[in-house]
C-alpha cells in the first residue's frame, strides 16, 4: 500500500515536471525574438500586457510571453539570466503553490517572472519576507528591474508612518514582512474614516521561506492590544511561593508538554501559604492560574534558551531561529509571571483587541505561493490549510554534497569533544566550517571551547543579527569558522572562496537534530549549492533535548545490543539516523496537530471577524444614509423587547418595563404614557413604538438638513458602540478559550463547547450592540461637528 502511494507520488511529481518543463520551453522560444528588440521596444511591452489584461486575456495567457520580457529584462539590468528550472519554478509560483528550490538556485530571481506577470493586473503583489533587512535588500536588487520594465515598488516596514504605508501598498508591487502585513490589515479594520486604511484588497502573495511563515509562526497569533489593570501583586506573591517549593517532593514537570502540577504535599503548602481552605475552590481561579504560570516560569522555562533579560525587560527568544522577538509577549500571564521570576518590572496585563492568525490571515488572499529550499515533509499540512501543493523544482545541477550518517555519543561533553575535534582537524586544512546550533547558549558554550582551542571563528546567534547576512555570506572564504543558531542568515547565500573547491566545499557541523527535520535540512542545505562539493554531518548525544523527550529508550536498547559503553563510546549507523527521524516524525506529527488545533478555534473568530469586519467597512464606506443599517438594528431591539414582556395571559404582561424602555431608550416622557399601550395586541404595540421612531428619525434629519452631517452622526453612534463591544467580545473569547480546556475533564469535547459558547456570545454581543445603538442615537443630542 504504502508503495503504492510512493509511486504515484512519484509519477505524479514526474507528470507535474514534464507539463511545467513543456511550458517553460514556450517561454524559451521568444528569447532570440525579445533579445532583437532594443530597450524601448522591450519596455513597451509592460503596456502593451496590460492593456490585453483589460481587453479580457488572463494572465495565463500571458505568461509565456511575459515571463520571456521578465527574463531578457533580467538579463540586462541584472546580468542573470533565469535557468529553465527557475522558469519552471517561476509557473509553480505564478499558479499558486509551493516551489521546493534547494539554497542557492535563485529563488530571488525565479520570483521575478511571477511577480511581473501578476502586477500587470494592477492589483497589487506583496512579496513577504522573514525580516526586513531582506525585504529592503531584495526590493532594492530585483527593485531596477522592476522600475526598468515600468512598474512601481514599495518597501513597507514597520517604521513608516501611514501615509508612507499607503504609498508603500498603493505600488505594484510591495516588499514586506508577514507580521507587518498582518498588524496593517488589523488596524485598517480599527480605522473610522476610509480615508486612513492603507492595504488595498489582498489580491497575490509570493510568500518566501514560506515554511517559517506559515508553519513555525503559525502557533502564534498576531494581537493588538491595549491596556488591563491590575494584577501585579498576585504575580509577586505566587512566584514567591513557587520559589519555597522542593523539585523532589512538591510538584511534578511534564517535558513534552512543558507543564507544571502541584503534589499533595505541594497543595498543602499552597493552602497553608494563601490561607486557604481549599485551592481549588472557585473563588480562588485567579490565584490557581498565577501559581500555574509561575511554576511555568520557575521550572519549565530556561533563561538564555526560551527568553533573555536585558534592559529590565524579558525578551522571548524564536525556537526556530534563536533570534530576539522584538515587541512579542507570551501570553496568558506567561510573561507577568517571567517578569516576577527575574525580578525585572512587571509590565500591566494588556487587554485583546484584535487578533488573526498567520493562517487566517494568508487564507485572505486571492491567490497565496510560496517558496522555500525545504517543504516536502509538510506536504499535507500546505495541502489540507492552505490548499497549495508542494512541487520540488529540480536543482540546475546535480547535488554531490556528501552527507554522512549522524554519530552518537553517550554524554553532552563526550560529543562536543569530538565536535571540536573535527573543527580542529578541518580547520587545520583550511577547509571552511558551519555549525549550527538549536539554543543560543549551546553556541556560546561552543564559542568558549573553541577560544581555549585558539580558533578564530564568529558567533551568529539572537545577540546580533545586523551583521548577520555579511556574516554568513563571508562563512564560505577558505579557514572561515561560523557558528550560528540554526536559521541565523536564512536567505543569503554562501559563496565559496577561492581554493575552497579542491578542500571539499562548505564543511557544516549539526551538534544536535532539530525537533523538526525541515530544519535540519535546512541547514544541511548551506552547502553544496549549484554543484558546489560540500560536506555534514550531525553529532548527538543521549542528553540531547529531542533524545530526552522521545526515542531515548530505544536508541539505548540499540547501544545495549551493540555492547557499547564507556564514555568515548561512539557509533556511526544509519539504524541510529532513521531512529532520530523517526522521533522528529512524532514531533512534527504533535506540532502540526497544535497548529491545526489554533485554527480550528480561530476558525470560530475568523466567521465572526468577517461579519463585523464586513459590515463595520460598509458603514465606512457608505456615503448616503445608514438608515438601513440603524432601523433594523432598532427593530430588532423593541421586537425583543416586546417580545419577551407580553408572554402568556395579556393580564400579567409587564407593560410597564414597556414603558420605562421606550422612555429611557427610544422617546421623551411626554410622548407615550401606559395607556397608549393598553388594549393593543404584542404586534399592534411593535408597530406603535416603530412609529414613533420613524417620527423620531425625520424631526433628526430636519432639524440637521445637511444630509453629510447626518451621516457623520450616524457613523460616529454605529462605530463607538461596534467597536467597544468588539473589543470586550475578543477579550471574553480569549478568555473563554483558555478556560475551556477545562471542560475536557467533563468529557466535553472543549472545541465543541467553545463553538457554541462562543455562537452564544456573539448572539449576546449583538443585541448588545443593537440595544446600544438604539438608545444612543434616539437618545444623543445631535451636535454640529461631531467627530468620530
Known amino acids: 500500500m504504502a508503495t503504492n502511494l510512493l509511486k504515484k507520488w512519484v509519477e505524479s511529481d514526474k507528470s507535474e515536471l514534464k507539463r511545467l518543463g513543456k511550458l517553460a520551453d514556450k517561454v524559451s522560444s521568444y528569447s532570440e525574438q525579445y533579445r532583437k ?440 572564504q577558505k579557514g572561515a569558522v561560523t557558528i550560528a543558531t540554526n536559521m541565523a542568515g536564512r536567505g543569503t547565500d554562501i559563496k565559496l572562496g577561492p581554493g575552497v573547491v579542491k578542500l571539499g566545499g562548505l564543511a557544516v557541523i549539526g551538534t544536535e537534530r532539530h525537533e523538526s527535520r525541515r530544519i535540519d535540512n535546512q541547514l544541511r542545505g548551506r552547502s553544496g549549492r549549484q554543484g558546489d562539493p560540500g560536506y555534514s554531518q550531525f553529532y548527538l548525544s543521549l542528553e540531547d533535548d529531542l533524545m530526552r523527550r522521545f526515542g531515548s529508550d530505544k536508541v539505548k536498547n540499540i547501544l545495549d545490543s551493540m555492547k557499547v559503553e564507556g564514555d568515548d563510546a561512539v557509533i556511526r549507523s544509519h539504524m541510529i539516523t532513521k531512529q532520530v527521524e523517526s522521533a522528529q516524525k512524532r514531533v512534527e506529527g504533535n506540532n502540526y496537530d497544535s497548529r491545526k488545533n489554533v485554527l480550528k478555534y480561530d476558525d470560530v473568530m475568523r466567521q465572526q471577524r468577517d461579519v463585523i469586519y464586513g459590515e463595520r467597512s460598509q458603514v465606512i464606506d457608505e456615503n448616503k444614509s445608514l438608515k438601513w443599517v440603524i432601523m433594523p438594528m432598532i427593530k430588532r431591539t423593541v421586537n425583543r423587547i416586546v417580545d419577551l414582556h407580553t408572554q402568556g395571559d395579556q393580564k400579567k404582561w409587564d407593560l410597564q418595563t414597556i414603558l420605562d424602555f421606550a422612555i429611557n431608550s427610544l422617546v421623551s416622557p411626554d410622548q407615550i404614557s401606559i395607556d397608549d399601550l393598553k388594549g393593543k395586541s404584542s404586534d399592534q404595540i411593535k408597530d406603535y413604538l416603530l412609529g414613533l421612531v420613524n417620527t423620531e428619525y425625520k424631526n433628526k434629519e430636519q432639524e440637521l438638513q445637511d444630509p453629510d452631517q447626518m451621516l457623520e452622526f450616524e457613523k460616529v453612534v454605529v462605530l463607538r458602540v461596534v467597536d467597544s463591544h468588539w473589543t470586550d467580545h475578543i477579550d471574553s473569547m480569549d478568555q473563554l478559550r483558555e478556560s475551556i480546556g477545562l471542560r475536557g475533564y467533563g468529557q466535553l469535547n472543549p472545541l465543541v463547547e467553545y463553538q457554541r459558547e462562543g455562537f452564544r456570545m456573539f448572539e449576546e454581543m449583538v443585541s448588545d450592540i443593537d440595544y446600544d445603538v438604539t438608545r444612543l442615537f434616539m437618545k444623543a443630542e445631535i451636535r454640529q461637528n461631531m467627530e468620530r
Request: charged residues 30%; without cysteine; hydrophobic residues 35%.
Open 37 to 476: 528588440l532594443d530597450d524601448k521596444e522591450l519596455q513597451a511591452k509592460t503596456p502593451e500586457f496590460k492593456q490585453r489584461y483589460q481587453n479580457g486575456e488572463s494572465l495565463d495567457d500571458l505568461l509565456p510571453e511575459a515571463f520571456a520580457v521578465a527574463r531578457e529584462g533580467a538579463r540586462r539590468v541584472l546580468g542573470l539570466n533565469p535557468f529553465r528550472v527557475q522558469i519552471m519554478g517561476g509557473i509553480v509560483l505564478h499558479e499558486g503553490n509551493i516551489a521546493e528550490m534547494k539554497t542557492g538556485e535563485g529563488k530571488t530571481l525565479t520570483a521575478t517572472m511571477p511577480v511581473y506577470l501578476n502586477a500587470l493586473s494592477g492589483k497589487g503583489v506583496h512579496v513577504v519576507t522573514v525580516n526586513e533587512y531582506l525585504s529592503q535588500r531584495d526590493a532594492t536588487e530585483m527593485g531596477q528591474l522592476y522600475n526598468w520594465l515600468g512598474l512601481s515598488v514599495g518597501v513597507n516596514s514597520a517604521d513608516k508612518n501611514p501615509e508612507e504605508k499607503r504609498a508603500a501598498y498603493n505600488s505594484d508591487i510591495t516588499y514586506s514582512t508577514n507580521s507587518e502585513i498582518g498588524f496593517d490589515y488589523l488596524r485598517d479594520n480599527m480605522v473610522v474614516y476610509k480615508e486612513d486604511r492603507v492595504q488595498r484588497p489582498l489580491n497575490f502573495a509570493i510568500v518566501d521561506e514560506v515554511d517559517s511563515i506559515l508553519i513555525d509562526e503559525a502557533r502564534t497569533p498576531l494581537i493588538i492590544s491595549g491596556e488591563a489593570r491590575g494584577s501585579n501583586k498576585l504575580y509577586m506573591q505566587a512566584d514567591k511561593f513557587a520559589k519555597t517549593l522542593n523539585p523532589k517532593t512538591d510538584f511534578k514537570v511534564d517535558l513534552e508538554t512543558k507543564t507544571v502540577s502541584l503534589k499533595d504535599v505541594g497543595i498543602e503548602k499552597a493552602e497553608k501559604y494563601f490561607n486557604l481552605n481549599n485551592l481549588y475552590d472557585t473563588g480562588n481561579t485567579a490565584l490557581t492560574h498565577h501559581l500555574d504560570q509561575a511554576l511555568r516560569a520557575n521550572y519549565v522555562m530556561e533563561k538564555d534558551k526560551d527568553y533573555v533579560v536585558s534592559n529590565d525587560e524579558v525578551l522571548i527568544v524564536d525556537s526556530f531561529t534563536g533570534r530576539i522577538m522584538e515587541g512579542r509577549r507570551f501570553s496568558d500571564g506567561l510573561h507577568q509571571a517571567l517578569e516576577a521570576k527575574e525580578g525585572v518590572t512587571i509590565q500591566e496585563e494588556s487587554k485583546t483587541m484584535a487578533n488573526i492568525t498567520y493562517q487566517n490571515l494568508f487564507r485572505q488572499y486571492n491567490k497565496l505561493a510560496g517558496m522555500t529550499g525545504t517543504a516536502k515533509t509538510e506536504q499535507d499540512e500546505f495541502r489540507e490549510i492552505y490548499n497549495m501543493d508542494v512541487i520540488a523544482v529540480p536543482t540546475n545541477k546535480p547535488v554531490v554534497r556528501i552527507d554522512e550518517p549522524d554519530v552518537l555519543y553517550p554524554s553532552l561533553e563526550s560529543k562536543f569533544d569530538a565536535v571540536v575535534d573535527k573543527i580542529k582537524s578541518l580547520h587545520k586544512r583550511g577547509q571552511p566550517i558551519l555549525i549550527g546550533t538549536v539554543a543560543v547558549e549551546t553556541s556560546e558554550y561552543l564559542s568558549k571551547r573553541l577560544d581555549e582551542e585558539h580558533i578564530p571563528h564568529v558567533v551568529l546567534n539572537a545577540k546580533n543579527h545586523a551583521k548577520e547576512a555579511d556574516i554568513v555570506a563571508n562563512a564560505g
